[in-house]
T-cell receptor, first 110, second 114 residues
Framework: KNEVEQSPQNLTAQEGEFITINCSYS?????LHWLQQHPGGGIVSLFM???GKKKHGRLIATINIQEKHSSLHITASHPRDSAVYIC????????????FGKGTKLSVIP | ETGVTQSPTHLIKTRGQQVTLRCSSQ?????VSWYQQALGQGPQFIFQ???????GRGNFPPRFSGLQFPNYSSELNVNALELDDSALYLC?????????????FGPGTRLTVL
């Protein structure tokens, strides 16, 4: 069973700061997802990646398969980025199950 | 294109009762996965339905059961509710069952068991 660890658990930043959230996992995977969860529960998928790097607006996600590690970066953070960011991994290519980290709670202060 | 919807949004039950939660998948999606998220924790996989059949199951007891209908909407049923079943229940739909398939999540149903 994959163990997914995220750090930090909580993060407070000033508006405009560059933010990094880390995710590490214990077993090789076929895909890694970064998700955003706002208060109230709804989850939005930000990225799905299996290698390299993806960018969408101010968000950048990277993954190092050899190191079993991924990072989510937010440039020029804004209060509307305040949310819980969750990393989830899918193991084999035939696997249907996602294993989630506990999430990182981000608060961006104006 | 409509997104994933869930009903009800909130629900309060007492220990020992039974509950049914509903999920309508995104248009064109034939796979629904259900997750339980306890307060302060990440979601945990309950099971997945693909074309009306259970396609995989996490570490949940048999009192957690489900259905998928021909229109690919789905139900999660929980019998003999326990206090620890209090959680946010999320469903996610996708157009495939595995690998790099992206999942689209619903807003969740918050269940409180008293």
């Amino acid at each position: 069973k994959n163990e997914v660890e995220q750090s930090p658990q909580n993060l407070t930043a000033q508006e405009g700061e560059f933010i990094t959230i880390n995710c590490s996992y214990s077993v090789g995977i076929s895909a890694l997802h970064w998700l955003q969860q706002h208060p109230g529960g709804g989850i939005v998928s930000l990225f799905m990646l299996s290698s390299g790097k993806k960018k969408h607006g101010r968000l950048i996600a990277t993954i190092n398969i050899q190191e079993k590690h991924s990072s989510l970066h937010i440039t020029a953070s804004h209060p509307r980025d305040s949310a819980v960011y969750i990393c989830a991994v899918r193991e084999g290519a035939g696997s249907y199950q996602l294993t989630f980290g506990k999430g990182t709670k981000l608060s961006v202060i104006p | 294109e409509t997104g994933v919807t869930q009903s009800p949004t909130h629900l309060i039950k007492t220990r020992g009762q039974q509950v049914t939660l509903r999920c309508s998948s995104q248009s064109g999606h034939n796979t629904v996965s259900w997750y339980q998220q306890a307060l302060g924790q990440g979601p945990q996989f309950i099971f997945q339905y693909y074309r009306e059949e259970e396609n995989g199951r996490g570490n949940f007891p048999p009192r957690f059961s489900g259905l998928q209908f021909p229109n690919y909407s789905s139900e999660l049923n929980v019998n003999a509710l326990e206090l620890d079943d209090s959680a946010l229940y999320l469903c996610a739909s996708s157009s495939g069952t595995s690998g790099g398939t992206e999942q689209f999540f619903g807003p969740g149903t918050r269940l409180t068991v008293l």
